[in-house]
């Protein structure tokens, strides 16, 4: 199972960014998704979580800014993050779970840096 995340890079306070995370060897229509974020000196923290059955939850310090989706097709799931902050400033993460591995499976993690 590999993730491979892109879409990060530098980007003005209010600004947009859209992520994306492909997926081989592990079907994502089947499994949960979620994107997670981690700033310096920070602990890893949810900031998007995408069910099978199509459910999203998102902390209060996103909700409204960003969207996480999939596209089966292409078996890759997506982050967009509209009205950046300096604070979201972080290396992101996507995760999936597995059947066969309840921890679940990592990408490599793309930066964000949000300038004010």
């Known amino acids: 199972v590999q993730l491979q995340a892109s879409g990060g890079g530098l980007v003005q306070a209010g600004g947009s960014l859209r992520l994306s995370c492909a997926g081989s060897?592990?079907?994502?229509?089947?499994?949960?998704q979620a994107w997670y974020r981690q700033a310096p000196g920070k602990q890893r923290e949810l900031v998007a979580r995408?069910?099978?059955?199509?459910?999203?939850n998102y902390p209060d310090s996103v909700k409204g800014r960003f969207t996480i989706s999939r596209d089966n097709a292409k078996n890759a799931v997506y982050l967009q993050m509209n009205g950046l902050k300096p604070e979201d400033t972080a290396v992101y993460y996507c995760?999936?779970?597995?059947?066969?591995?309840?921890?679940?499976?990592w990408g490599q993690g793309t930066q964000v840096t949000v300038s004010s």
């Open positions: 995760w999936t779970e597995g059947v066969s591995k309840p921890e679940g499976y």
């Open positions: 060897g592990i079907i994502f229509e089947i499994n949960t």
């Open positions: 995408l069910t099978t059955h199509g459910r999203t």
